[in-house]
């Protein structure tokens, strides 16, 4: 998919609307549009990396950002102290759909145990 038809791109540049809930120099988060939990929140990098195969050395500071605001933003969104969980797709057997770098934040419902039940 060409760069600039890339729908995380176009919510980035505000060419699609999305519920954006936190913005920074380094982040920008949004609303999933399908939700698989009561809370379902996408977490890009405002520099574009592909998926977790395209990260370099020199990405390393903004990654720490993306956790550090990941879980700010579980606090913001009250679900820290139930609990929550944080998914990177990368590629055909994740599931990843968007070939954009993100950070699923899910939350506000018992997700199970995915290492026990799902592998
Ligand atoms: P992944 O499978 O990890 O690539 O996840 C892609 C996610 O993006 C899915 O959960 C989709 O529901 C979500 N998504 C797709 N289009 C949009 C959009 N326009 N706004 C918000 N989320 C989207």
């Known amino acids: 998919m060409y760069i600039k038809d890339n729908i995380f791109k176009k919510i980035l540049n505000n060419e699609i609307n999305s ?5 920074n120099k380094y982040v920008t988060a949004f609303d999933d ?11 890009i990098p405002n520099i574009y990396i592909k998926n977790m195969n395209y990260v370099k050395k020199s990405n390393i500071y903004i990654l720490g950002k ?10 913001l ?3 820290d102290k139930s609990g929550y969980r944080l998914i990177i797709n ?9 070939d954009y770098l993100h950070i699923h934040i899910l939350g506000g ?6 290492i026990c039940n799902n592998l």
């Open 19 to 23: 519920n954006i809930i936190y913005k």
């Open 33 to 43: 549009i399908n939700p698989k939990a009561p809370i379902h929140i996408i977490l």
């Open 90 to 98: 990368c590629n055909k057997d994740s599931g990843q759909e968007i």
């Open 77 to 79: 969104k009250n679900i």
């Open 66 to 75: 993306m956790l550090l605001i990941s879980s700010k933003i579980a606090k």
């Open 109 to 114: 419902k018992f997700l199970g145990n995915i």
